[in-house]
């Protein structure tokens, strides 16, 4: 258990469908992120959540499309992807989003796109 | 343009002997670097942490030194035992901003 449970673990999905992901954490945690590792590449920041608040959008499609409805739960909706966006996607939570404290993951999302 | 760089994408240690892991950055501004291990199939795990007040961090076998000057750092680990398999990232981070940017990663693969 890490603390930090997405779901699903696999994720296969046609360009034309909408599908979501869903991150919980169980840490009592302040701010939950969305980040993206695309292979040999490093891990990416899309999306920082404190308290519910967006804080960070860092320049993604908006065919990705965010949702935090509590502090617990962190949502990443997914429509028209593209076959580059096949990559794995984690979910991180912190105690706050100062840059001294570390971050939990969970064990992601394999997505691919077809 | 990257701002930290794991330059060996690999690394062969044998058991009981040191491994050591390199990270470069370029962003002088970086002030708190962490490192975070990765095993196949789980998200990162958390490692440890060196503040840039510090030279040297250590939490048992495994330790940070932080090269302000040459803007590089590294993580030895010594034992190396087989466990210690896994992707190692680097990351950095600056005080006026929340965002953590990460390495590429190196594997290291212990063998006995």
């Known amino acids: 258990e890490t603390g930090v449970t997405q779901t699903p673990r696999h994720l296969v999905m046609g360009m034309t469908n909408k599908k979501s992901l869903k991150c919980e954490q169980h840490l009592g945690h302040n701010a939950m992120y969305w980040y993206k590792q695309s292979a040999k590449k490093p891990l990416e920041l899309m999306f920082v959540y404190s308290l519910e608040e967006r804080v960070e959008n860092n320049s993604v499609p908006s065919r990705f499309s965010p949702e935090c409805p509590n502090s617990s739960h962190l949502f990443l909706h997914l429509h028209t992807l593209q076959p580059e966006d096949s990559a794995l996607y984690l979910c991180?939570?912190?105690?706050?989003?100062?840059?001294?404290?570390?971050?939990?993951f969970g064990n992601g999302t394999r997505l691919t796109v077809t | 343009d990257q701002q930290v760089k794991q330059n060996s994408p690999s690394l062969s240690v044998q058991e009981g002997r040191i491994s050591i892991l390199n990270c470069d950055y370029t962003?002088?501004?970086?002030?708190?670097f962490l490192w975070y291990k990765k095993y196949p199939a789980e998200g990162p795990t958390f490692l440890i942490s060196?503040?840039?007040?510090?030279d040297k961090n250590e939490d048992g076998r495994f330790t940070v030194f932080l090269n302000k000057s040459a803007k590089h750092l590294s993580l030895h680990i010594v034992p190396s035992q087989p466990g210690d398999s896994a992707v190692y990232f680097c990351a950095a981070s600056a005080s006026y901003t929340d965002k953590l940017i990460f390495g590429t990663g190196t594997r290291l693969q212990v063998f006995p």
């Open positions: 962003n002088s501004m970086f002030d708190y």
């Open positions: 060196i503040s840039s007040i510090k």
């Open positions: 991180a939570s912190s105690p706050t989003v100062l840059n001294n404290s570390p971050l939990h």
